[in-house]
């Protein structure tokens, strides 16, 4: 159990304790700190940050990858009174637009950054007409540059409860960043729930590469250690984007018990191996290692530990968890210590209202789904219809939680709020899932994201799966969406492929995808769209509806409009040479297609075409070559010329 009830009691807690922060920064290098230096370190950048003219109430944006540097900064602030505000480092137009969108939001906002990154916020400035705003920022900014270790320090504040510890910017559009108001009491609610539910203790020890900008990092494996008593192990984010496998390595070397990761990371590891076994690995210390974020992988989950079984990792350190920002971080954990455990469900029985269809994981509509477990600790959940009344169990619905670890709201964000907050000190989570018989939470997907096609509904993170056995595509670079297009009544499929080459590169995956997710679901794939980045939020999960407007608003058209014209060159075929059962089959399929155009050699699965037109196309043939041609011939013989000597051959035998 925690009894501190300020992040500032807790650090204090540690002045004397032996546990300490490992600041990894490669394979050999690395160094530690105390949580005592860690406390003087902070009491000194909070004199300078003071003496800059900060104060309590006053607002720092924290804008830094250097993990010491970050943590020393935050606590800084929480032992001034000054409201940190984490925010990634970005590379991209987005994250710089997004800085400054939130400074404007703030009411007493402050920078804490480094030069080099402060001379990349001016250029985008320079480019995008914000030289007025980079001038207020400018004079707002204090220089990490500026800040060395000295004998004095700052002027403590005795800080309650039921003050803003920190702010954390997570899911919203780009236009309108949404930032979570975390109070202490609402932090420390949390991590004493977090530490029952993983039954942490003293002797444990955590390693973490994920960014402190995300709550998993900088609540779940930084904030959480301090307020335990337990030692804990920072690994830079870029460090294990460019170096995967040094994450087992260094849980192994420094006996770590915890550990985590999101979907990509698993896969990002494995993909590393190349196929071969770890060698050299302890990992038997390890005893829950969490998965999180986006629909958690079941295939994926058993891959990540099968290969690491030789290892020593146990089957049941697999710690699969739900949990979001505007909960603090932790929602629903299973029971720590028992092997994971999946479902799987009728995807055809997944509609907001509808009751569960447990399958066989071999049923052909079978999707598997991991099992999060029980609310934590102090945490409430109930599911819910759109009119806020409670549904049954095994009922979808929307997930809605309360607790005194859920915020009390976005900052100065009001029709964020009355999405969210639906009375009572209950908040729709956005996500879809359902309580089974022993009130265990199982998420099923979010409640905008479901695609409706032909009067079916299918989950984007299934189709994904699929479009993902295709060993050119990569996990977390591929995006399911369905846009709904102006006056129509149902969604069009759009697959975004993460893809930085040459488009006419891409053609190649569009034939590639549009045929096997065709074959594979039936669905009709509207259009395979090549893009820069795949947009997230600060829980990882991905932002698919950012992608969906982007190509409503035409910023994909040009690269659309080129892939079309190199798929019409490919397609185009001398129809005089067309036998006349050919030529008969590529009418009666053109009819179909409205507009289309369908080569001989051309596979009916890349065109994109649905189950349903299939269907009707087979209707068609029946009637011009009745009982010739069942449905299963058109899954075997997938193209005209394929289709039209099948039919020759059989009427000749006949």
Known sequence: MIDHKTLNEALIAQQHSQKNITFIEGKHEQHTISYSQLYDHAMMMLYDLQELGLSEGDQLIILQKDNQAFVETFWACVFGGIVPVPIAVGISDEHKGKLFRIFTKLERAHLYTTQEHFERLSHFAENNNLHESLQIVKSKTVFANLMEYHEHRGQAHDASEDETAFIQFSSGSTSEPKGVVLTHKNIMTNLNAIAVGANYNSDDVSLSWMPLTHDMGLLGFHLNMIAVGMSQCLMPTDLFSRRPLLWMEKVS?????????????????????????????????????????????????????????????????????????????????????????????????????????????????????????????????????????????????????????VTSGYYLADEANKAALTGDGWLNTGDLGFLNEHEELVISGREKDIIFSNGLNYYPHDIEAVALQLPELELGKVVAYGVRQPGSDTDSLMVFVLFRADVKDFIGIVRDVTRHINEQTGLEVEKVIPVKRIPKTTSGKLQRRLLGDAYLQGEYDENLQLIEQLLNEAHEQDTGDLSKTEYRLKSLFEELLEGKTLGVEDNFFETGISSLTLTEFHEKLDAVYPDVVDVTDIFEYQTLAELAKFIDEKMAAS
Do not use: W
């Open 253 to 405: 070397d420094l006996k770590a018990t915890v550990t985590c990761s999101p979907n990509f990371g698993y896969k990002h590891y494995i993909k590393a191996l190349k196929g071969k076994s770890p060698e050299g690995l302890d990992l038997s210390n390890v005893r829950v290692i969490y998965n999180g974020a986006e629909p958690i992988s079941v295939d994926l989950c058993e891959q990540f530990l099968s290969t690491l079984k030789d290892s020593g990792l146990k089957h049941e350190s697999m710690f699969t968890v739900y949990g979001l920002a505007e909960a603090t971080l932790a929602v629903a954990f299973p029971k720590q210590g028992e092997p994971y455990r999946a479902i799987y469900l009728d995807r055809h029985s997944l509609l907001l209202g509808d009751q569960v269809t447990v399958v066989s994981e071999e049923h052909p509509d079978a999707v598997g789904f991991a099992i999060e477990g029980p609310a934590v600790k102090d945490m409430q959940i109930k599911i819910t219809d759109e009119e806020n009344a409670v549904l049954p169990e095994n009922s979808i619905g929307l997930v809605q939680i309360k607790g005194p670890s």
